[in-house]
Nanobody, 125 residues
Framework: QVQLVESGGGLVQAGGSLRLSCAAS????????MGWFRQAPGKEREFVAV????????YYADSVKGRFTISRDYAKNTVYLQMNSVEPEDTAVYCC??????????????????WGKGTLVTVSS
């Protein structure tokens, strides 16, 4: 069992930066691939970024590539999403999720086994 708790959301102006954190607990949390998904108002949940359990492999959605960076700190059992040059279109509830597998360049919410409750990011224009 893995428990995930997100933090760091809030209101930010377009062009600004924000860092989201996901604290993971559970004996095997460090062996999971960790990802971020988001759901904007009136839209379906979509994949944002993922990092492998070794912290080497990463993959990003085209919409955030070059602006967002995912990383993980094993000592703190925490995954981060650094969001730079944010845009109003990035406004969404961001959820952290864990997967026991690695799916290369094709990720969906069905690949994830554990979820956090999410943190709201609002980008003002």
């Amino acid at each position: 069992q893995v428990q995930l708790v997100e933090s760091g959301g809030g209101l930010v102006q377009a062009g600004g930066s924000l860092r989201l954190s996901c604290a993971a607990s559970g004996r095997t949390a460090s062996t999971y691939s960790m990802g971020w998904f988001r759901q904007a108002p009136g839209k379906e949940r979509e994949f944002v970024a993922v990092i492998g359990w070794r912290g080497i492999n990463t993959y990003y959605a085209d919409s955030v590539k070059g602006r967002f960076t995912i990383s993980r700190d094993y000592a703190k059992n925490t995954v981060y999403l650094q969001m730079n040059s944010v845009e109003p279109e990035d406004t969404a509830v961001y959820c952290c999720a864990a997967s026991s597998g690695w799916y290369g360049s094709s990720w969906s919410q069905d690949d994830m086994h554990y979820w956090g409750k999410g943190t709201l990011v609002t980008v003002s224009s």
